[in-house]
């Protein structure tokens, strides 16, 4: 076995959402290998990974890009999971362990059995299933029409979930979602995700006096993130005499959700995909952080608002009540019903020293637990023991 300094970790990853954290992490222990990118190299380079460690094959990706920007029909598009799950397969030598983020494994672990490399998965979403069916139950509660069988994707996904060694789930929410279908608990690891607390300016929460409350939203928007419960919202604060408006930062998952959209009984205003700096000015001037998914593991997106002091309003069905706990730095609601939300949200919505005191726990809640380093710590701790795992594995007295 080589010696620990030279022990490294090879990534792939489809898309680059979280890929600069996690590899930011393992390079900083000096334990990342090389990374299999389903994008240009350009994308990965900018997250600060080392071009020397950079593999990528972009065709699939740029393909369906292509194919979305000219409205061609869904099925021209290309499988990326299984192109770059097959691509790595083809790698004549990997390092001792391989983490897949995406769905990439459904395609590569098969091809792994016989080789003396230890099979990682990272999931910042639930069970396969969980992650389908609560999306459905989001759109039967909206009165859309919905899926009752699971897609064979889903199902193959669910059956090479087994062939993962250990499973990094982004939240607790996610290791029960697997330990539910009988993953064994020693081979799930939670390693909640963790943002610079530094990254942006403190909220203003101006006094509210001649103008509405700003609520904002980071993320795709649609049914999975709780788009209606939204409406529902913007119902109760139009029946209640409250004044709010929604800024959504993300782009637009489908028709039936600008249907949605356009049922809101208070102001709304779509920013379309913000980053950089465009985001840093948007952020500090909203008043509350509101994140009702029917499913989401942990999303980064709820910390980085409540870094800068924004109180966030999510839903019970999302990781992101590990983040608010006990109502420290927000508030978690179940049923999004009036009754609900008289009780929780009305008094944020009127007390402006609530929602200072709220965004001030938030901030502490991250600066506590969620930054870059505890996140560093706790993947360095995994580390070890996947390394002990792969001295089995390589001196054939692994399973």
């Known amino acids: 076995m080589k010696p620990k300094q030279d ?16 590899s930011g992490a393992l390079l900083r222990l000096g334990y990342l290998g090389t990374v299999y990118g389903g994008f240009p190299k350009y994308r990965y380079l900018r997250l600060g990974i080392p071009a020397e460690k950079i593999r990528t094959k972009p065709g699939a990706s740029l393909w369906n890009y292509g194919i979305d920007r000219m409205r061609l029909p869904m099925g021209l598009r290309m499988d990326e999971p299984k192109r770059i799950g097959n691509w790595v397969a083809q790698q004549r030598k990997l390092a001792p362990a391989v983490l897949v983020n995406g769905t990439a494994y459904r395609f590569l672990f098969p091809e792994l ?21 609560f999306p459905q139950k989001a759109r039967q509660e909206a009165g859309y029409a919905s899926l009752k069988n699971l897609p064979s994707e889903i199902v193959d996904e669910m059956e090479k979930a087994r062939l993962a060694e250990a499973t990094i789930c982004g939240s607790e929410m996610i290791r029960e979602s697997y330990l539910k279908r009988g993953f064994p608990a020693e081979a799930l690891h939670t390693v909640h995700y963790g943002v610079d607390p530094r990254r942006f300016s403190p909220a203003t929460h101006e006094p509210a006096e001649g103008r509405n409350l700003r609520v904002g939203w980071l993320g795709v928007i649609g049914f999975r993130k709780g788009l209606d419960r939204v409406r529902r919202i913007s119902e109760w604060a139009d029946q209640r005499g409250i004044a709010i408006e929604f800024h959504f930062v993300g782009p637009i998952q489908d028709p039936e959700s600008l249907e949605i959209l356009h049922r809101f009984r208070r102001p709304y205003t779509l920013h379309g995909v913000k980053k950089g700096e465009a985001l840093k000015e948007l952020i500090p001037l909203w008043d509350l952080y509101l994140l009702p ?6 999303p980064v997106s709820v910390l980085e608002a ?11 069905d999302t990781g992101a009540r590990e983040a608010v706990l006990k ?4 508030v978690v609601l179940n049923t999004f019903a009036h009754e609900e939300l008289d009780r929780r949200l009305l008094p944020l919505c009127q007390n402006r020293n609530l929602r200072i005191q709220k965004g001030h726990e938030a901030k502490k809640r991250v600066e506590d637990n969620f930054t870059l380093g505890k996140y560093q710590d706790k993947l360095g701790h995994l580390h070890e023991a996947f390394q002990a795992r792969a001295r089995l594995v390589v001196s054939g007295d692994g399973d």
């Open 327 to 330: 109502d420290e730095g927000g």
């Open 306 to 316: 409540m870094s800068a002091g924004i109180p966030a309003i999510v839903s019970n």
């Open 113 to 133: 059995m016989n080789r003396p490399v230890v099979r990682l998965v990272e999931r910042g979403s639930m069970f396969p299933e969980d992650f389908f069916r």
């Open 293 to 298: 998914s029917y499913e989401e593991g942990f």
């Open 7 to 22: 022990w490294k970790v090879d990534m792939v990853w489809e898309r680059d959402w979280f890929l600069g954290l996690a």
